[in-house]
């Protein structure tokens, strides 16, 4: 069966940076993209961007663009999500999902990734 | 970029009652690219409907998407116990593709 499993729950301080990684089984890796979405704390989903692990191609939102980073290791089935200059906004859950070539909703997601900023 | 408002922010129900949740766009949405999602606390968002009236596998036919354009609705026909959860709905006919702020269900 489809699964997308994330790395655990991350600490860091104001300024630094995290990776997220979502490790996927049970299909062909480079057949879909890979999205990430986050759910601040008492809001809604917010969408971050999408990569194409075969290409290597992404798409950001325009507030994430020039602090996050997707990557992709096909050799893994693995995709990494680097989040940078982080501040307390950025406290969130983090989610990867597989997403449909061409059409970019999520059909299988990850359980999602805590990370908080704190000093 | 499209902007989505979703109505009511909150719906109060019983175990049993029809639920119907509203998604508005600022402007067409290409394609009629429109997505819901169920999402629970602790856990990871599930894909209801995609294309806006295809139900995603596995999804029961009590959930149903209509709509075109810039109206779409979801509906719940008879609520049960596990469908009190927040609805999202999502367009992915416009870059950047974005979320409805959502609408909780909840038992009244």
């Known amino acids: 069966q489809v699964q997308l499993v994330q790395s655990g729950a991350e600490v860091k301080k104001p300024g630094a940076s995290v990776t997220v990684s979502c490790k996927a089984s049970g299909y062909t890796y480079s057949y879909y993209d890979i999205i990430w979405v986050r759910q601040t704390t008492g809001q809604g989903l917010e969408w971050m961007g999408w990569m194409n692990p075969n290409s290597g191609n992404t798409g950001l939102a325009p507030q994430f663009r020039g602090r996050v980073t997707m990557t992709s290791d096909s050799s893994r089935s693995t995709a990494d999500m680097e989040l940078s200059s982080l501040n307390s906004e950025d406290t969130a859950v983090y989610y990867c999902?597989?997403?449909?070539?061409?059409?970019?909703?999520?059909?299988?997601w990850g359980q999602g990734t805590l990370v908080t900023v704190s000093s | 970029e499209v902007v989505l408002t979703q109505s009511p922010g909150t719906l109060s129900l019983s175990p049993g009652e029809r639920a119907t949740l509203s998604c508005r766009a600022s402007q067409s949405v290409r394609s009629n690219f429109l997505a819901w999602y169920q999402h629970k606390p602790g856990q990871a968002p599930r894909l209801l409907i995609y294309g806006a009236s295809s139900r995603a596998t596995g999804i029961p036919d009590r959930f149903s998407g209509s709509g075109s354009g810039t109206d779409f609705t979801l509906t719940i026909s008879r609520l049960e116990p596990e469908d009190f959860a927040v609805y999202y709905c999502?367009?992915?006919?416009?870059?950047?593709?974005?979320f409805g702020p959502g609408t909780k269900v909840d038992i009244k």
């Open positions: 999502h367009q992915y006919g416009h870059a950047p593709r974005n």
């Open positions: 999902a597989r997403g449909v070539r061409n059409f970019l909703y999520g059909d299988h």
